[in-house]
């Protein structure tokens, strides 16, 4: 008999701890060698007073078993809490969530009867830093962080899990015509690392357009790769349209360490009445089996529950007159799945054993360049400021006249926009100003800018001479050249 594999169990909140029955009971009646461990999560967590969500004691069963299965979980509203996910997803660095989404046609009514779409989603970065600052009473800010290395283990995931799945088609959404820089630099890392996989076709689209398109007709996608809150809201859009999202399950793989979920939150709606779909859990129960190398185990399951569909006995949330025979409960679906255990469907695409195959390789590639020779090179400096006046001329004025010799006023902006020189008078201000300083002998050739280096000293005088004519410095933003490229956004209409 095969030796148990210990796993990592969170029954998580609302309606989780009755899926996460019926998913144990499935698991164990398919013959599937896991040992369950589990740990306390969410809600009471949050309120016996753990911002995170999570009892400090159950880091060390994670850290054993490197693999958890995880219910729904409530995250209490109010500041001060945590999301759990995220803090799981960060902390143990699952950096790929995967996301198999599949119609179910004509079991499970959707009027997308060939969707066959694998969403790939950067797990650890973008706006899910989890860094806000309130900076002026008028505006508040979200930094989003992208990374080089994490871009490049993204990507090269998805790459990788297309070769192993037989997959021939990779798609990278993101918004780079607006965020050059961040976004920019999750597509130009996607070409890059695209040159070493020419047996996958490749493709970039717009998020906008791509989401549009694969609401429309998400039979032309086959796997989408991007970034993180981009990935978090196209999944739910694929899923829904095979059905509900209580059918799909997803997996967060990292090089040391992997969390499976079903994609709906804890149903607080529904929870302990016994209606509850437990098909999102067990199709990631169903990944988890992969990714510990029980195929046989996973794909008896997932058979078993493809029969259960086809022979129409459907939760509330898929029961349709037309296509299901019986509207069941949580239990009964369990006890149905159990009972086709061995059982083949006879018009659903049957899962062989191989495609439960670890749902994707963990992969740590070597970065692709060398950050040795990188020149940083200083030539001026963003001065965030709150002003609560509202004459952008005004305050130009005042800053050219103190700026010093050395440095110069380039422009200010409000909230992007250009105010200052040559401001519209219909802009709208707020009173967060973010004014650019470059160095005094910087040159305009054309309609371009010429930087020079500005020493370090210079800005920290400027600030200084700001400081002391009363102005409020809220933060400030160095502007680099990178070997001589610019590496700072320009100024809109600048
Ligand atoms: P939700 O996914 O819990 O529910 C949305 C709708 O879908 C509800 O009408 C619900 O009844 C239905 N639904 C969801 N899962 C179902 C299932 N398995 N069977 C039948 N119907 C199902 O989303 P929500 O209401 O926005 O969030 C509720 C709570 O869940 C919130 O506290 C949220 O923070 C949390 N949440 C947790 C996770 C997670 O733990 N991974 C994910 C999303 C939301």
């Known amino acids: ?35 369950p461990e589990f740990i306390e999560v969410g809600e009471q967590v949050y309120h016996a007073g753990y911002s995170s969500g999570i009892h400090p004691a159950a880091w060390e069963s994670l850290r054993r078993t490197r693999v958890l299965l995880k219910a729904p979980i409530t995250t209490p509203l109010g500041g001060g809490y945590k999301s759990l996910n995220v803090t799981l997803r960060k902390t143990l660095g699952l950096y790929a969530n995967v996301r198999p989404n599949r119609s179910l046609h004509p079991a499970v009514a959707t009027r997308h009867p060939n969707l066959d779409v694998v969403i790939i989603r950067e797990n650890e ?258 001065v965030f400021l709150r002003w609560d006046g509202k004459q952008a001329d005004a305050l130009g004025r005042q800053l050219e006249i103190l700026t010093g010799r050395r440095m110069q006023l380039k422009l200010i902006t409000n909230r992007g926009v250009k105010v200052y020189p040559d401001g519209h008078p219909e802009t709208f201000c707020t009173d967060h100003w973010r004014c650019r300083f470059v160095a005094a002998d910087a040159l305009v050739s054309g309609s371009q800018l010429e930087f020079t280096p500005v020493p370090f000293m210079d800005v920290l005088f400027l600030l200084h001479r700001l400081v002391d004519f009363n102005f409020y410095i809220i933060k400030t933003e160095h502007l680099y050249l990178m070997d001589g490229q610019r590496a700072f956004s320009l100024g809109q209409g600048e």
């Open 1 to 35: 008999m095969q030796p148990k594999t210990l796993i990592t169990v969170a029954v998580g909140d609302g309606i989780g701890p009755e899926i996460m029955t019926q998913t144990l009971r499935m698991l164990e009646a398919a013959g599937a060698a896991l040992e």
């Open 125 to 382: 970065e973008d706006l899910y830093a989890g860094i806000e600052h309130q900076q002026t009473p008028d505006v508040v800010q979200c930094l989003k962080l992208v990374s080089r290395p994490g871009c490049e283990k993204i990507v090269r995931y998805a790459f990788e899990y297309c070769r192993q799945h037989g997959r021939r088609k990779l798609t990278c959404m993101t918004k780079d015509n607006i965020m050059k820089l961040t976004d920019g630099l999750f597509h130009r890392v996607f070409m890059e690392i695209g040159q070493q996989y020419p047996d996958i076709e490749q493709d970039h689209q717009i998020i906008d357009i791509g989401t549009a398109r694969l609401a429309d007709t998400p039979e032309r996608y086959d796997v989408v790769v991007t970034m993180n809150l981009y990935g978090d809201i196209i999944s739910d859009v694929v899923a829904q349209l095979t059905g509900s999202v209580g059918l799909a399950g997803s997996a967060n793989i990292g090089d040391g360490g992997a969390l499976f979920e079903a994609i709906h939150g804890s149903a607080p709606d529904i929870a302990g009445q016994n209606v509850a779909n437990p098909s999102g859990l067990l199709q990631a129960a169903v990944l988890m089996l992969g990714h510990l190398g029980q195929h046989d185990v996973a794909a008896r399951l997932h058979n078993a529950w493809l029969c259960t569909l086809e022979d129409g006995l459907h939760p509330a949330d898929i029961y349709c007159p037309e296509t299901s025979q019986q509207k069941v409960s949580t239990v009964e679906f369990a006890d149905a799945v159990i009972a086709r255990l061995g059982r083949e469907p006879r018009q659903l695409a049957a899962m062989p054993a191989r495609e439960a195959a670890t749902p994707a390789p963990t992969v740590s590639p070597a970065p692709l360049y060398d950050k040795a020779p990188v020149q940083q090179q200083l030539v001026g400096v963003d």
